[in-house]
């Protein structure tokens, strides 16, 4: 079993930032595929940001050049750099785990139990 944990929601003003971490209990984790997808109400989740084993990021088209993916592999843990947020960007973020590179749900195993971030106008 894997378990992901992710922290660092919140509410923040619209043009400010946040960071959110996703720690993994995975002792393979440096071998795996992390993304980022978040979930508005009513809407479907969605794809945020992926990042490979070697660190290498994929961005959605919604966020690039705002948000930054990355991850500490010594530390079992990603991480999810926000910035210049508005309102549009409101929803539950969940980090997962990957078997293969993949912008789409059905392409990650193990899922977080989510964080809230609510920007505010």
């Known amino acids: 079993q894997v378990q992901l944990v992710e922290s660092g929601g919140g509410l923040v003003q619209a043009g400010g930032s946040l960071r959110l971490s996703c720690v993994s209990s995975?002792?393979?984790?440096?071998?795996?595929?992390m993304g980022w997808f978040r979930q508005a109400p009513g809407k479907e989740r969605e794809f945020v940001a992926a990042?490979?084993?070697?660190?290498?990021?994929y961005y959605a088209d919604s966020v690039k050049g705002r948000f930054t993916i990355s991850r500490d592999n010594a530390k079992n843990t990603v991480y999810l750099q926000m910035n210049s947020l508005n309102a549009e960007d409101t929803a539950v973020y969940y980090c997962?785990?990957?078997?293969?590179?993949?912008?789409?749900?059905?392409?990650?195993?193990?899922w977080g139990q989510g964080t809230q971030v609510t920007v505010s106008s």
């Open positions: 990042i490979r084993w070697n660190g290498s990021p």
């Open positions: 995975e002792r393979t984790f440096s071998l795996y595929y």
């Open positions: 997962a785990r990957g078997d293969i590179f993949s912008t789409t749900t059905r392409g990650y195993d193990y």
